[in-house]
């Protein structure tokens, strides 16, 4: 199956937002727009991440995925604030095609067994957020937006979310989110294979050759934002730069 490339909005308060390493956050625009904008480039899903619905201790705004769903022809997953059968199925009712889950699955993992069950493994995303642990070969989990160490080994806690029912793992480089040094290939390939299921590389992207990279460490998708958000490249750009390179995409 082709790779898909697939546009990031942060956001915060119904406004697009962005960092580095989940920090300093800034404002990257309308939802919206950006989602409408995307679509038309080219792009093949989109995922929408409130990143301040865990931290905040609330639910994530229905009424933003309402307003990216009107104008969005492509699946579409929003992740942020699910703790609960009902909170993904408010989401689901609003537009999604498919839920993440981060820190409330951490906490229970139960929770995505329940999900799995009740809307199948093809709608649950497992979202881990991963930095370095200075072990060679280990990453550790955070949650809370990147903010709490979870005490778990990454690839371990992918294999099981992944037999509990998610049926994709989008994984993110705490260390490269929004740095644009490329993907961390050494994660991307760890996770990979660890599980059977697609792992979206998320964390890091700049060229074409970064998402390159990432497909060929084992990738079955590619996440963007800084570089889109700033105006940096576009993804029907990327797409004709990794068809020049050799590497197929979904058109």
Same mark, same amino acid.
Request: glycine share 12%; net charge negative; charged share 25%.
């Given at each position: 199956?082709?790779?898909?490339?697939?546009?990031?909005?942060?956001? %915060?308060?119904?406004?697009?937002?962005?960092?580095?390493?989940?920090?300093?956050?800034?404002?990257?625009?309308?939802?919206?727009? +950006?989602?409408?904008? !995307?679509?038309?480039?080219?792009?093949?899903?989109?995922?929408?991440?409130?990143?301040?619905?865990?931290?905040?201790?609330?639910?994530?705004?229905?009424?933003?995925?309402? +307003?990216?769903?009107?104008?969005?022809?492509?699946?579409?997953?929003?992740?942020?604030?699910?703790?609960?059968?009902?909170? +993904?199925?408010?989401?689901?009712?609003?537009?999604?095609?498919?839920?993440?889950?981060?820190?409330? +699955?951490?906490?229970?993992?139960?929770?995505?067994?329940?999900?799995?069950?009740?809307?199948?493994?093809?709608?649950?995303?497992?979202?881990?957020?991963?930095?370095?642990?200075?072990?060679?070969?280990?990453?550790?989990?955070?949650?809370?937006?990147? %903010?709490?160490?979870?005490?778990?080994?990454?690839?371990?806690?992918?294999?099981?979310?992944?037999?509990?029912?998610?049926?994709?793992?989008?994984?993110?480089?705490?260390?490269?989110?929004?740095?644009?040094?490329? !993907?961390?290939?050494?994660?991307?390939?760890?996770?990979?294979?660890?599980?059977?299921?697609?792992?979206?590389?998320?964390?890091?992207?700049?060229?074409?050759?970064?998402?390159?990279?990432?497909?060929?460490?084992?990738?079955?998708?590619?996440?963007?934002?800084?570089?889109?958000?700033?105006?940096?490249?576009?993804?029907?750009?990327?797409?004709?730069?990794?068809?020049?390179?050799?590497?197929?995409?979904?058109?």
């Amino acid at each position: 199956m082709r790779p898909r490339l697939i546009p990031c909005l942060d956001v %915060r308060d119904g406004r697009v937002v962005k960092g580095v390493r989940f920090r300093g956050l800034r404002d990257a625009g309308d939802p919206r727009a +950006a989602a409408e904008a !995307y679509a038309a480039q080219g792009a093949d899903e989109l995922v929408l991440l409130d990143v301040a619905a865990t931290p905040e201790a609330r639910r994530n705004a229905v009424e933003t995925v309402r +307003a990216v769903r009107s104008v969005l022809p492509i699946p579409l997953t929003v992740g942020g604030g699910v703790r609960s059968v009902q909170d +993904a199925e408010r989401l689901l009712e609003a537009g999604a095609d498919k839920v993440g889950v981060n820190s409330a +699955a951490v906490a229970r993992p139960a929770l995505i067994t329940e999900l799995a069950e009740r809307f199948g493994d093809q709608c649950v995303v497992l979202s881990i957020d991963a930095a370095a642990t200075g072990q060679a070969g280990r990453w550790a989990v955070f949650t809370h937006g990147g %903010r709490r160490a979870a005490g778990l080994d990454a690839a371990s806690w992918a294999r099981e979310g992944v037999g509990r029912g998610a049926g994709e793992v989008l994984l993110t480089s705490v260390d490269r989110d929004g740095g644009k040094e490329g !993907y961390d290939l050494a994660l991307v390939g760890a996770i990979a294979e660890a599980v059977q299921v697609p792992v979206v590389a998320s964390g890091g992207a700049r060229t074409a050759a970064d998402l390159a990279n990432a497909l060929e460490a084992g990738a079955s998708a590619v996440l963007m934002a800084s570089i889109l958000h700033d105006g940096e490249t576009t993804v029907d750009r990327l797409k004709n730069e990794l068809a020049a390179a050799g590497q197929e995409t979904r058109r």
